[in-house]
């Protein structure tokens, strides 16, 4: 139980187009979705926080512009890179948190985005 | 600024041979600590965690960390590890309570050898 999934797994995009990225839990419902930001090497950073239906919180120094975050039901949330850039590349993980619990996070296995 | 330290990035060590697997935060009033272990090609999954109570916690494969509040650390450690232990660890900090916000520590690539 408690599968968090992501599509795609990877995807490479030519600098100036969107792409987005899926995060689904397959067997809980999850009011509350996190997006994180993975470089080489590097700690996982916090991007948002999403919660169905809401508006997505967004960490200090993170473009909401720039990474627009969906919520739209308890199993599913995207997170679209627009206009994306070379310097958007990198690992992108999602966490869903099971509904109506102090519970843990959940991880997806990640999305690695690659910018040309 | 809130930050997690692990010190090492990789860790090689052979089968049967203890690990440490260090970690240090930054001081706060109050923390939840994880660790969470990232198989190939897998999400996170949750290891152990400090909430409250006792400072030694263990998980169900072996492993354990202590909660060190004076030294502000927080070390993983295994007696005696199998090559199916090779994956990267991320220790993780909580300052704002639970499973809210967490801030991750870079890292640290762990090798089991034969």
């Known amino acids: 139980g408690a599968v968090v999934s992501q599509h795609p797994s990877w995807v490479i995009c030519k600098s100036g187009t969107s792409v987005k990225i899926e995060c689904r839990s397959l067997d809980f419902q999850a009011t509350t979705m996190f997006w994180y930001r993975q470089f080489p090497k590097q700690s996982l950073m916090l991007m948002a926080t999403s919660n169905e239906g809401s508006k997505a919180t967004y960490e200090q120094g993170v473009e909401k512009d720039k990474f627009l975050i969906n919520h739209a039901s308890l199993t599913l949330s995207t997170l679209t890179v627009t206009s994306a850039h070379p310097e958007d590349s990198s690992f992108y993980i999602c966490?869903?948190?099971?509904?109506?619990?102090?519970?843990?996070?959940?991880f997806g296995p990640g999305t690695r985005l690659t910018v040309l | 600024a809130q930050s997690v330290t692990q010190l090492d990035s990789q860790v090689p060590v052979f089968e049967e041979a203890p690990v440490e697997l260090r970690c240090n935060y930054s001081s706060s009033v109050s923390v939840y600590l994880f660790w969470y272990v990232q198989y190939p090609n897998q999400g996170l999954q949750l290891l152990l965690k400090y909430l409250s109570g006792s400072t030694l916690v263990e998980s169900i494969n072996g492993f354990e960390a202590e909660f060190n509040k004076s030294q502000t650390s927080f070390h993983l450690r295994k007696p005696s590890v199998h090559i199916s232990d090779t994956a990267e660890y991320f220790c993780?900090?909580?300052?704002?309570?639970?499973?809210?916000?967490?801030?991750f520590g870079a890292g640290t690539r762990l090798a089991v050898h034969p």
């Open positions: 993780a900090v909580s300052y704002s309570g639970g499973y809210n916000k967490l801030i």
């Open positions: 966490s869903a948190r099971p509904s109506g619990k102090g519970d843990e996070q959940f």
